[in-house]
């Protein structure tokens, strides 16, 4: 992964090494994914939701590589 000039993304998921906090909301979204539940994010515009999401993800492909999770949006 290329270094950034500003690790405050504001915008896109850049990769865990700039995704901050949300540790407890990130094992969450796994858990609930891995028990195959559905899951809702609700909260405001501009919160983070899709970078959680994503973030989500990654963490799942590093630890399972055989699951393929996709996102559309």
Known sequence: ?????NPFVIYGY???D?????QKET??????LHNER??????PRRIG???????AF???AQTQPDIRCFYMG
């Not at 700039?18 to 949300?22: A, S, V």
């Not at 559905?38 to 909260?43: D, P």
């Open 1 to 5: 992964m290329e270094r950034l000039n």
């Open 14 to 16: 850049k990769g865990a």
């Open 58 to 60: 990654a963490q799942i």
């Open 38 to 43: 559905n899951v809702a994010l609700i909260s």
């Open 49 to 55: 939701k899709t970078g959680l999401i994503h973030h």
């Open 27 to 32: 094992e969450s979204i796994t858990r609930a």
């Open 18 to 22: 700039y995704f901050c906090d949300r």
